[in-house]
């Protein structure tokens, strides 16, 4: 079992930047590829970001390569999303979750068994 608790969003200018942050409870969060997904009102929650168990993979959907990085420290059962250059269309709330099965990653939120609560990101124009 693992427990997921996002902190770091909030209401930013456009071009500005936040730091999502995830703290995972539980002794197995090094076990596990973890990923960020965000839904924006009135659409599906979407893939952002995705990082393998150790680190050492990292994959981004096309609308934030470049501008965002996904990171963990498993000392800390701590996993990172960095967001730079934000824009508009990046408003929604954001989610962390926890993938125990894939070998690196998955961009499906069907595979992730564990999610948390969601943290509010708002980009002004």
């Known amino acids: 079992q693992v427990q997921l608790v996002e902190s770091g969003g909030g209401l930013v200018q456009a071009g500005g930047s936040l730091r999502l942050s995830c703290a995972a409870s539980?002794?197995?969060?090094?076990?596990?590829?973890m990923g960020w997904f965000r839904q924006a009102p009135g659409n599906e929650r979407e893939f952002v970001a995705a990082i393998s168990r150790r680190g050492v993979i990292t994959y981004y959907t096309v609308s934030v390569k470049g501008r965002f990085t996904i990171s963990r420290d498993n000392a800390k059962n701590t996993v990172y999303l960095q967001m730079n250059s934000l824009k508009p269309e990046d408003t929604g709330v954001y989610y962390c979750a926890a993938d125990p099965s894939s070998t690196l990653y998955s961009t499906r939120a069907n595979e992730y068994d564990y999610w948390g609560q969601g943290t509010q990101v708002t980009v002004s124009s």
């Open positions: 539980g002794r197995t969060f090094s076990s596990h590829a």
